[in-house]
């Protein structure tokens, strides 16, 4: 975020991330959920600018759709790493303690205040809430993120650059290739979801260790009466402030990053399935036989992609 702003409007980077991470907590902490829930969904808005920018480029879509249908696959590590890498982003340990936390947050703002499984009537509402919330984020983002793909192999990939290492050279990858708007676009694009993100993985850092040392964990909560749980979101951000002093790549340790969440996501995903399909935690609201199919396959595809990232780097 810091490298994309200074492209823009210049002055220094770690000034730039500063700023970033103090607000991000400050937002967190001063401002309940209820408000700044508001300002996340908004945020959102920020993502389009992939898409725009994928029109602002010369692309053969006719070729692209084929290819994201049918791709050329090349079995080698580099290959299985990027597989698990993308999978672990998409199905990210994370957002389990983030989404479930989120759902309670959103229960106790105003819609009920009993955990669903201790209703003894009612709650279909609030499953219908939770699949339309799921479907439309998962299709949306879901589709900037082909937007994403389609544009660098356009513009980066054709052009022969393959090894971007920071958001720096891949917005002045753009800049003479895709022309001005598109890099502006691109940056700022990086800047928005940084923002959004952050809340996102300190939120959910927060969440998991308040819940298991048995504090309060609630954005709603006033900072006197979470300190533990603010003290993580601080702790989580100033960690992730602190990793840009390191000298590693931000791309490098974002592919490492997807990758072992990736590799954790397969315990995690099966402890998941057999917690929905247990009818004393579950009571009547189990999962429907269909779902748990999907899930059980889901969790078997992601264990395969693991298991041959695995074997490839044992043999290569």
């Known amino acids: 975020m810091a490298e994309a702003l200074a492209l823009v409007i210049g002055g220094l980077t770690h000034e730039h991330a500063l700023i970033f991470a103090a607000a991000s907590t400050l937002l967190q902490v001063f401002v309940r959920y209820r408000y700044y829930a508001g300002v996340l969904k908004f945020m959102t808005l920020a993502l389009f600018a992939y898409v725009a920018t994928a029109f602002t480029v010369h692309i053969d879509w006719s070729a692209a759709l084929a290819a994201a249908v ?10 299985f790493m990027m597989v698990v890498a993308v999978l672990g982003t998409t199905i990210s340990p994370y957002l389990f303690f983030w989404q479930a936390s989120q759902e309670v947050e959103e229960m106790q703002v105003g819609r009920t205040q009993l955990p669903l499984r201790d209703l003894r009537r009612g709650g279909d509402g609030e499953i219908d809430r939770i699949r339309i919330d799921t479907i439309v984020g998962m299709f949306f ?21 393959t090894n971007i290492t920071s958001a720096t050279q891949a917005a002045n990858a753009l800049r003479p ?21 952050i809340p996102v993985l300190a939120g959910s850092a927060a969440y998991g ?21 603010y003290l993580i979101i601080a702790a989580a951000t100033a960690i992730g402030f602190g990793l840009g002093f390191t000298g590693i790549g931000a791309i490098t340790m974002l592919i490492w990053s997807a990758v072992l969440n990736g590799i954790v996501a397969v315990p995690i995903m099966a402890i998941m399935m057999l917690i929905v399909i247990n009818p004393a935690l579950m009571g009547r609201f189990g999962a429907r036989p269909w779902l748990v199919a999907l899930g059980w396959l889901g969790t078997l595809l992601m264990g395969l992609a693991v298991i041959s990232l695995i074997g490839s780097y044992l043999m290569s």
């Open 70 to 79: 049918w791709p050329k696959a090349t079995l080698d590590t580099n290959y």
């Open 141 to 161: 983002s879901n589709l900037i993120a082909f937007f994403i793909i389609v544009t660098t192999a356009a513009v980066l990939h054709a052009q022969g650059l």
């Open 177 to 197: 290739l895709a022309g001005e708007f598109t890099f502006v676009l691109f940056a700022l694009g990086i800047v928005g979801t940084g923002m959004l993100a």
């Open 209 to 229: 260790a308040a819940e298991v040392l048995g504090w309060p964990a609630t954005l709603e909560a006033r900072a006197p009466d979470a300190i533990g749980f």
